[in-house]
């Protein structure tokens, strides 16, 4: 894999002129469409606010990570790369079944998914996996973060088993790669600032401005959205989100706060999905507060909480650490955690848990935590009531059924206390403990645009407006309130493949977009 990066003296030529095809946003499912349109023979021009040394959007900040449906370890054999091919004789991989796909979407977003949306993000997921890796897009077992291992046997868990050679950076550095070999045009550092019209309401190109500071036009035949959602924008988080949401720590990418939603609305498109929720995680309470570490990036999330507990600067804990798989409800619990005082918790274990942490965060420096010889000495390194956080852990400890530990199934290890701890229950009682500090990051909101079938943007009747396509985070409809592990990256993969797609087809022939 090879490190290319276009630079804006190299991409911005022809400030102003037609393509086929505009893209607005260099994140996965920007790639994704432009990856589409240029494979039907579109000429297309990505633009990226970012400059050149910050983009990738949020997919940079993840872990690279995509949920696909299969029937058997021999589907994905073909998209892995050699090294993890070697591993598969020790390796047990559970099938995900698109049933199973489409009932976990329905199960974690409370029946809130839009069933068609779901159904094409759903019965794609597995083809559009394919055709990133006909672009050259590289693909593993995550055995780090999504698998435990007994006896030499690694034994995968949540459904959430392929993610990309080299996490969100390598993302980002294959996606580029392929863009530029296949002769995309790039503009960095160029900010949308309106939409061109036709005399019918079509989209016929974008208004911006150049990295520069100067004003541009491009015509178009059609225009792909992939700008993101809101969550960098504090005032925007607390007025569609609630209070209290200005002090989440933005966890992505910094220039996602709002703008082109804020323009396809007021170009028509129906607004669509939950605007009230989003993607949050528990996040190293010392991270930056407007935008990921590029150097760290999803190493600062703290995913390992199903094998300790979770208490508040009162000792108090407050949620169900072992609820389900970690993929299932990471995403809702960086909101419990704001919710707490000061917007603060800590991830609690003790030595017989820590060796079995995901190495990449609970290693990474800085991190935000103490260790100690006593539960009395933790809670005051990390200013928790010290009486009640010894009370919470005595109850805890005393309350765990007698079951076996099986980290990688639901094992019924519970304790029986308020809030419960449905799996995973392990007694908090071997010195040394530890306790990390963490607080919410903000991931990517949830509230979007509406799409049809096929990455359309929609009015308010239902109609296409022509020539405006929308993928990625912008898209509404498929989450609320929470949502699987892994599917935002297969969303942003399935919708803009969908969009570039349908753009190419009808701009090549000529046609009107409608």
């Not at 599917?487 to 009808?506: D, E, K, N």
Request: with cysteine; glycine share 12%; net charge negative.
């Amino acid at each position: 894999m090879t490190d290319v990066i276009p630079t804006t003296e190299e991409s911005q030529i022809g400030d102003e002129g037609h393509y086929d095809v505009i893209v607005v946003g260099a994140g996965n499912a920007g790639f994704s469409a432009a990856h589409a349109a240029r494979e039907l023979g579109a000429s297309v021009l990505l633009l990226e606010k970012a400059p050149v040394e910050d983009a990738g959007g949020n997919s940079f900040y993840t872990a690279g990570a995509y949920r696909i449906a299969f029937n058997d370890i021999s589907d994905l054999v073909p998209l892995l790369d050699d090294e993890t091919v070697k591993r598969l004789p020790q390796t047990v991989v559970p099938a995900y079944p698109a049933v199973d796909f489409t009932s976990d979407m329905s199960r974690i977003t409370e029946g809130r998914n839009d069933a068609t949306l779901t159904e094409i993000l759903v019965s794609r997921s597995y083809d559009t996996l394919r055709w990133l890796h006909s672009k050259g897009l590289q693909f593993r077992l995550m055995y780090e973060r999504q698998a435990y291992e007994d006896n030499g046997v690694f034994t995968f868990y949540g459904n959430l088993v392929v993610g990309s050679v080299g996490g969100g950076k390598g993302l980002i550095a294959q996606h580029t790669e392929a863009a530029v070999s296949s002769g995309v045009s790039f503009r960095y550092g160029a900010r949308v600032t309106g939409f061109l019209r036709g005399d019918n309401g079509e989209v016929t190109g974008v208004q911006y401005t150049d990295a520069d500071g100067a004003a541009r036009t491009v015509s178009a035949g059609a225009v792909v959205l992939a700008a993101g959602g809101f969550e960098s924008d504090p005032e925007r988080r607390e007025r569609y989100l609630g209070e209290g949401w200005s002090n989440a720590l933005v966890r992505g990418n910094p220039g996602n706060t709002g703008e082109v939603l804020d323009m396809a609305l007021e170009a028509g498109v129906q607004r669509f999905g939950d605007w009230g929720s989003c993607h949050s995680v528990a996040w190293d309470a010392g991270g930056p507060p407007n935008g990921g570490n590029r150097e760290l990036t999803n190493q600062m999330t703290r995913q390992s909480y199903p094998l300790g507990i979770v208490v508040n600067r009162e000792g108090k804990r407050f949620i169900d650490e072992g609820a389900d798989y970690r993929n299932y409800t990471y995403a809702r619990y960086g909101r419990e955690i704001l919710k707490q005082p000061e917007g603060i918790a800590f991830q609690i274990f003790d030595a017989k848990t820590r060796p079995m942490l995901r190495t990449e965060e609970y290693d990474s420096t800085p991190i935000s935590g103490a260790q100690a010889d006593s539960i009395e000495e933790l809670a005051e390194k990390l200013g928790i009531a010290v009486d009640d956080f010894r009370r919470t852990v005595d109850e805890f400890n005393n309350s765990i059924v007698d079951q076996p530990f099986h980290p990688s199934v639901k094992d019924g290890r519970a304790a029986e206390v308020v809030p419960p701890k449905s799996n995973w229950a392990l007694a908090i009682d071997t010195a040394p403990f530890y306790g990390y500090a963490v607080t919410c990051g903000i991931t990517f909101t949830f509230g979007g645009l509406k799409v049809n079938e096929n990455a359309q943007a929609v009015d308010e009747s239902g109609t296409p407006i022509p020539g405006l396509y929308v993928a990625g985070e912008m898209v509404g409809g498929l989450f609320s309130g929470n949502y699987p592990g892994g599917s935002g990256l297969t969303s942003g993969a399935v919708f803009g493949r969908l969009a570039g797609s349908h753009a190419a087809s009808l701009t090549r022939a000529g046609l009107l977009v409608s």
